[in-house]
């Protein structure tokens, strides 16, 4: 009997009966990742950043810095990211180990290091995931939190419960787009995104994938997660903004007529920004993994350009480097 959608709701559009989908248009025709396959490798991309990676990683990388008590938000590279609200830590899409991917020797490999261990965190109350791809999801890091933090309330979107709990988590929620939960001072919403789901040949798009909105007194924060670009995305600002810290990615869109579907370019990012309202916004999802065929420091560079393009003068959407932080309470807001 073929695998049926437990939680299939016939008036949600993102619901099916064998799982989930975009509301969007599916760009990508049959054929198309063999012919990426094929000319990727003809190429042979992607290219190593124009200095090399020990320059990359001296350019883009520094320690962590965890002193101090005041509400504050760190980049750990790709699309990871701590918060520390309220004395309560929140880490999101937490993918530290050496590889994404379900084989420690093979599959795209950390470029830089990680800034960050588990074991370095005071205590950790809360970990969102976005999706349950391997650059996002990651096995090793889950375990790890699982153990050295059993309080930690894991929330995921739905159909990804289950995995976690087989890995050791005792606290999980699982949410669908729109669905919110209040912990503490804060409320967590999860946020549609246009993106997919697959861990094994097996189970492509049977879990939900999203974007999470956190909000409390003092800070509204919209974590796009791993998405491309849609007109529907404003929906998430009209209906849960205005923001006043976002991240959008900007990494893994080329090329652009194959990840165009599942990933935004700079430009996009851009444009998005500027329909949302221009919040300090951190760069996403470049930086770490080489997922697609620009170089690592392609993206910052396209990101200037963009913004260039754009008009755009201000510095609250600039690239910043992997384990730098900024205090909350420095953006300015203005929430109703």
């Known amino acids: 009997m073929a695998w049926q959608n437990p939680w ?97 020797f093979a599959g795209p490999q950390r470029k830089t290091p990680a800034p960050l261990r588990v074991a370095q965190l005071p205590h950790l109350d809360y970990v969102l995931i976005s999706h349950n791809h391997y650059d996002h999801l990651d096995r090793p890091t889950v375990k790890r939190i699982a153990r050295q933090f059993p309080a930690a309330h894991f929330l995921v979107p739905l159909g990804m419960g289950k995995w976690c709990q087989q890995r050791g988590v005792r606290h999980v929620t699982e949410l669908d787009w729109w669905q919110s939960i209040v912990l503490g001072s804060a ?25 999470w909105v956190v909000r409390n007194p003092a800070l509204n924060f919209w974590f796009a997660g791993d998405s491309g670009y849609s007109d529907n995305l404003n929906l998430i600002a009209q209906q849960l903004g205005p923001f006043n810290l976002a991240a959008l990615p900007i990494g893994a869109y080329a090329p652009k007529w194959f ?58 959407f600039t690239p910043w480097r992997i384990g730098e932080s900024r205090t909350l309470p420095n953006i300015d807001s203005d929430l109703s």
């Open 259 to 316: 990840m165009r579907g599942q990933h935004m370019d700079p430009d996009q990012a851009v444009q998005l920004w500027q329909q949302i309202g221009r919040p300090l916004t951190i760069p996403i999802h470049w930086g770490v993994f080489e997922l697609a065929d620009e170089s690592l420091d392609e993206p910052p560079a396209v990101l200037a350009q963009a913004l260039l393009s754009a008009n755009e003068t201000s510095n609250d």
């Open 187 to 211: 409320q967590f919403t999860a946020v549609p995104a246009r993106h997919w789901s697959m861990r094994t040949f097996f189970d492509r798009n049977r879990s939900l994938w999203c974007g």
């Open 8 to 104: 299939y709701d016939a008036a949600k559009q993102h619901h099916t009966p064998q799982g989930f989908r975009n509301p969007e248009e599916e760009l990508r025709q049959p054929g198309d990742l063999q012919r990426w396959q094929r000319e990727r490798k003809e190429q042979g991309l992607p290219f190593p950043p124009q200095a090399g990676y020990p320059a990359f990683i001296s350019d883009w990388c520094q320690p962590v810095d965890l002193s101090g008590e005041e509400d504050r938000i760190w980049w750990l590279g790709h699309a990871a990211l701590l918060l520390r609200l309220n004395q309560r830590y929140l880490l999101i899409d937490p993918a530290l180990s050496q590889r994404a991917s379900p084989f420690p």
